[in-house]
């Protein structure tokens, strides 16, 4: 193994999984594992519109960052309550409009004759080739995102469990949502430039559904569900590096073997459980 | 009782062209205990949740604690509402996260601690002696989606109790209990009262559910206020007859109300 090569790579798949993993505890937990989706392919349709005036590289960031957080906020400021509409069906529909944005700017490249390659990068990513300064900026969302999950750590438990009881108790509710979807749309676009589209919403799901298998409470969540995120990206990569076989394929089957793993430690705890209480009945 | 808790003054709410909640004048005391009734569909979770901000009326201007809750914004409304607790009709589901009961009881005092502020030792302490209070210290480590409705019930009530409200909105608040608990939380609204001069708005089916000290009762039909006034000048057997048909009337023991069906005792 290329230690030189692979050591980035390495890195940038622990911190892609610990702030997808940490990301995906909230997502899943308010069970809106769309907005993941949704939001990803807001700043795939950035990015390429930004690509289709010129910008190239890590530059391509700013357009991507912009649509995420536009749509992201839009979502946040939008009361299902007072449309009438749940908040899935919401990002349904935001969603599909992203989408055919993003193939709309696809379709104007062979237009205008420009090589479309490096934002079709973005629907599969290359983590495989990520640097140094890709894993620097991907540490920076993340500790924006760990300094956010602690500040309003309180507010977020309160959300999680409800928006409308959390409003109801004082909970300045809209605002903390609001800047959620904002550190969201960070996270997820920065780590959708390494990982892809398709990626990012195994790695916000599975570890976050597999952390709620095998243990209780918001804390203990979000950290077991950040640890099997980052298990997910290493041992996927280190599987990859092993084998030759493509990254991103591995890392989603390790992190859906985790939550299969999970069902199955939970179901046999149970089952041990109640056979000690038969046992002492 | 001192000044008005609640004053509505031409209170309309409107929803798809029809008029859900219609109430003239309202006030209700610092200190008092009102309890509202009606059929399905008369409006009183619509007037609750107008307290609250959580709809806005039509029409007409609602105060609470002195506040003209229409008009306040975002942070004012905050304000407002860690001082007025709100237990809801339909139990929150709560989300895939396994929130434990201790959690989810703690929410009451997430508002009042504060942004940037984490929750105190006295925060706590009040949140597990309500746990205790109602009989759930062994489920608080428990994730609250595997709780039983009543055990939900009862968390949610926790969760209102430990705000410290001024004033407690109660929509139906024992539905899903068994009768023990529902005389045990008839029980504590009323020690509630006596002892820290809370104001309770109080929605309910169940006469049995208005504590003993009820100082009046409000009668809602198809968003109009049809009576008001203490227990004995409302709760006749005509009205009883006129708000839930044929069949049943109206006791009163030791100061509290109940339905049965005719033949079953009578008005004393």
Same mark, same amino acid.
């Given at each position: 193994?290329?230690?030189?090569?692979?050591?980035?790579?390495?890195?940038?798949?622990?911190?892609?999984?610990?702030?997808?993993?940490?990301?995906?505890?909230?997502?899943?937990?308010?069970?809106?594992?769309?907005?993941?989706?949704?939001?990803?392919?807001?700043?795939?349709?950035?990015?390429?519109?930004?690509?289709?005036?010129?910008?190239?590289?890590?530059?391509?960031?700013?357009?991507?960052?912009?649509?995420?957080?536009?749509?992201?906020?839009?979502?946040?400021?939008?009361?299902?309550?007072?449309?009438?509409?749940?908040?899935?069906?919401?990002?349904?529909?935001?969603?599909?409009?992203?989408?055919?944005?993003?193939?709309?700017?696809?379709?104007?490249?062979?237009?205008?004759?420009?090589?479309?390659?490096?934002?079709?990068?973005?629907?599969?990513?290359?983590?495989?080739?990520?640097?140094?300064?890709?894993?620097?900026?991907?540490?920076?969302?993340?500790?924006?995102?760990?300094?956010?999950?602690?500040?309003?750590?309180?507010?977020?438990?309160?959300?999680?469990?409800?928006?409308?009881?959390?409003?109801?108790?004082?909970?300045?509710?809209?605002?903390?949502?609001?800047?959620?979807?904002?550190?969201?749309?960070?996270?997820?676009?920065?780590?959708?430039?390494?990982?892809?589209?398709?990626?990012?919403?195994?790695?916000?799901?599975?570890?976050?559904?597999?952390?709620?298998?095998?243990?209780?409470?918001?804390?203990?969540?979000?950290?077991?569900?950040?640890?099997?995120?980052?298990?997910?990206?290493?041992?996927?990569?280190?599987?990859?590096?092993?084998?030759?076989?493509?990254?991103?394929?591995?890392?989603?089957?390790?992190?859906?073997?985790?939550?299969?793993?999970?069902?199955?430690?939970?179901?046999?705890?149970?089952?041990?459980?109640?056979?000690?209480?038969?046992?002492?009945? | 009782? $001192?000044?008005?808790? *609640?004053?509505?003054? &031409?209170?309309? /709410?409107? =929803?798809? @062209?029809?008029?859900? +909640? !219609?109430?003239? #004048?309202?006030?209700?005391?610092?200190?008092?205990?009102?309890?509202?009734?009606?059929?399905?569909?008369?409006?009183?979770?619509?007037?609750?949740?107008?307290?609250?901000?959580?709809?806005?009326? $039509?029409?007409?201007? *609602?105060?609470?604690? &002195?506040?003209? /809750?229409? =008009?306040? @914004?975002?942070?004012? +409304? !905050?304000?407002? #509402?860690?001082?007025?607790?709100?237990?809801?009709?339909?139990?929150?589901?709560?989300?895939?996260?396994?929130?434990?009961?201790?959690?989810?009881?703690?929410?009451?005092?997430?508002?009042?601690?504060?942004?940037?502020?984490?929750?105190?030792?006295?925060?706590?302490?009040?949140?597990?002696?309500?746990?205790?209070?109602?009989?759930? #210290?062994?489920?608080?480590?428990?994730?609250?989606?595997?709780?039983?409705?009543?055990?939900?019930?009862?968390?949610?009530?926790?969760?209102?109790?430990?705000?410290?409200?001024?004033?407690?909105?109660?929509?139906?608040?024992?539905?899903?209990?068994?009768?023990?608990?529902?005389?045990?939380?008839?029980?504590?609204?009323?020690?509630?009262?006596?002892?820290?001069?809370?104001?309770?708005?109080?929605?309910?089916?169940?006469?049995?559910?208005?504590?003993?000290?009820?100082?009046?009762?409000?009668?809602?039909?198809?968003?109009?206020?049809?009576?008001?006034?203490?227990?004995?000048?409302?709760?006749?057997?005509?009205?009883?007859?006129?708000?839930?048909?044929?069949?049943?009337?109206?006791?009163?023991?030791?100061?509290?109300?109940?339905?049965?069906?005719?033949?079953?005792?009578?008005?004393?």
């Amino acid at each position: 193994m290329d230690w030189l090569f692979w050591a980035p790579v390495m890195c940038a798949g622990v911190v892609t999984g610990a702030s997808t993993g940490l990301l995906g505890g909230y997502i899943v937990g308010m069970r809106i594992p769309f907005l993941g989706i949704c939001v990803a392919h807001a700043a795939l349709a950035g990015a390429v519109f930004g690509a289709l005036c010129g910008l190239t590289g890590p530059s391509l960031l700013v357009p991507a960052l912009a649509a995420a957080s536009i749509s992201a906020v839009a979502v946040g400021l939008v009361d299902p309550q007072t449309v009438r509409m749940d908040l899935n069906v919401m990002l349904g529909i935001l969603f599909s409009l992203m989408m055919g944005l993003a193939f709309l700017g696809l379709g104007l490249f062979s237009v205008y004759g420009v090589s479309d390659n490096e934002v079709r990068n973005l629907l599969w990513g290359s983590l495989a080739f990520c640097r140094w300064r890709d894993v620097w900026i991907m540490v920076a969302s993340a500790a924006a995102e760990l300094i956010f999950v602690v500040v309003f750590y309180k507010e977020m438990r309160a959300i999680l469990f409800s928006r409308t009881h959390a409003a109801a108790a004082g909970v300045h509710a809209t605002l903390v949502w609001t800047l959620f979807l904002l550190v969201a749309s960070l996270v997820l676009t920065v780590n959708f430039q390494t990982v892809g589209g398709l990626m990012i919403y195994s790695l916000l799901a599975n570890p976050a559904v597999a952390a709620s298998q095998l243990v209780r409470g918001c804390g203990r969540t979000l950290v077991v569900s950040a640890a099997l995120g980052a298990a997910s990206g290493l041992g996927g990569l280190w599987i990859s590096a092993a084998t030759d076989l493509p990254t991103g394929a591995v890392i989603v089957i390790v992190s859906s073997l985790l939550v299969v793993l999970a069902i199955a430690w939970k179901r046999a705890w149970k089952r041990g459980e109640s056979h000690v209480s038969g046992e002492g009945a | 009782m $001192s000044a008005a808790a *609640i004053e509505i003054d &031409g209170l309309s /709410v409107t =929803r798809g @062209g029809r008029t859900i +909640l !219609a109430v003239e #004048r309202l006030a209700v005391d610092a200190g008092e205990v009102l309890g509202v009734l009606g059929p399905n569909g008369a409006g009183k979770t619509t007037l609750l949740k107008c307290a609250t901000g959580m709809i806005r009326p $039509s029409s007409g201007s *609602i105060r609470v604690l &002195g506040h003209p /809750v229409g =008009r306040l @914004g975002p942070i004012g +409304l !905050a304000r407002l #509402r860690r001082r007025v607790a709100l237990l809801a009709q339909i139990l929150a589901p709560g989300g895939e996260m396994p929130l434990t009961l201790r959690e989810v009881v703690s929410i009451g005092r997430t508002g009042r601690a504060g942004l940037l502020r984490p929750l105190s030792r006295h925060d706590w302490r009040l949140v597990d002696q309500w746990i205790e209070h109602l009989g759930l #210290r062994e489920l608080a480590r428990q994730p609250y989606g595997l709780l039983s409705g009543g055990e939900q019930r009862k968390a949610l009530l926790a969760m209102a109790m430990v705000q410290e409200p001024e004033i407690l909105l109660l929509d139906e608040p024992t539905a899903n209990l068994d009768a023990y608990w529902r005389e045990q939380i008839v029980a504590t609204l009323g020690d509630l009262h006596r002892k820290g001069n809370l104001t309770i708005v109080l929605v309910c089916h169940d006469l049995e559910t208005l504590p003993a000290g009820t100082h009046r009762v409000l009668v809602l039909r198809a968003g109009r206020v049809v009576a008001q006034g203490t227990g004995a000048e409302v709760l006749t057997h005509e009205r009883i007859e006129d708000l839930y048909g044929p069949g049943l009337t109206v006791l009163r023991r030791e100061g509290r109300w109940l339905l049965a069906p005719h033949g079953a005792g009578g008005c004393r």
